[in-house]
């Protein structure tokens, strides 16, 4: 069974500070990773995607991953009120299609 | 306006009636999904369709079925069949490569009376 595994928090962060939201995948062959934010009672929106070892900066998001490890990351810089959500991440494999494999999520709650 | 749009926005099903969720996208993308999202967990897999007239199963697809009969449209009908059906339905969709990013529409939330 391919997983996808969050910390489902919640994770408290007051605003200003930086949020960490990691994410660990079972699938050594997934290629590209996502991260999502869904607000409640809405869909999920994109906000980074990343493909390659290292960092990959956005603004005030930063998307991390290490495939020797298995582990992927997003870091939230100067957090806002806005920024509560929960926060999915999604592995993309690829057998003959594109399937995505979700995380639980974490809810993030930042507190002004 | 292009995007993906999904209908209705809330539905409510009597046990033992089928009832079919719209997905229509205008983005001219190939590929295009349906996940299930309970409380707190994560999305699942129910189908997926990369052409016209073919689609696969996903990893929880018993008492759900699809057509694609049309690029632009994708529905689902949720059978009596399925024993526990009340959640938050979600349509996506991915242009032609296998690397790009899918795209969610706003979701129908069904609740069965």
């Known amino acids: 069974q391919k997983e996808v595994e969050q910390n489902s928090g919640p994770l408290s962060v007051p605003e200003g500070a930086i949020a960490s939201l990691n994410c660990t995948y079972s699938?050594?062959?997934?290629?590209?990773f996502f991260w999502y934010r869904q607000y409640s009672g809405k869909s999920p929106e994109l906000i980074m995607f990343i493909y390659s070892n290292g960092d990959k900066e956005d603004g005030r998001f930063t998307a991390q991953l290490n495939k020797a490890s298995q582990y992927v990351s997003l870091l939230i810089r100067d957090s806002q009120p806005s920024d509560s959500a929960t926060y999915l991440c999604a592995a993309s494999i690829i057998q003959g299609a594109q399937k995505l494999v979700f995380g639980q999520g974490t809810r993030l709650t930042i507190n002004p | 306006d292009g995007g993906i749009t999904q209908s209705p926005k809330y539905l409510f099903r009597k046990e033992g009636q089928n009832v079919t969720l719209s997905c229509e996208q205008n983005?001219?993308?190939?590929?295009m999904y349906w996940y299930r999202q309970d409380p707190g967990q994560g999305l699942r897999l129910i189908y997926y369709?990369?052409?016209?007239?073919?689609?696969q199963k996903g990893d929880i697809a018993e008492g759900y079925s699809v057509s694609r009969e049309k690029k632009e449209s994708f529905p689902l009908t949720v059978t009596s069949a399925q024993k526990n059906p009340t959640a938050f339905y979600l349509c996506?969709?991915?242009?032609?490569?296998?690397?790009?990013?899918?795209?969610f529409g706003p979701g129908t939330r069904l609740t069965v009376l």
């Open positions: 369709s990369q052409i016209v007239n073919d689609f």
């Open positions: 996506a969709s991915r242009p032609g490569r296998v690397t790009d990013t899918q795209y």
């Open positions: 699938d050594r062959g997934s290629q590209s």
């Open positions: 983005l001219n993308h190939d590929a």
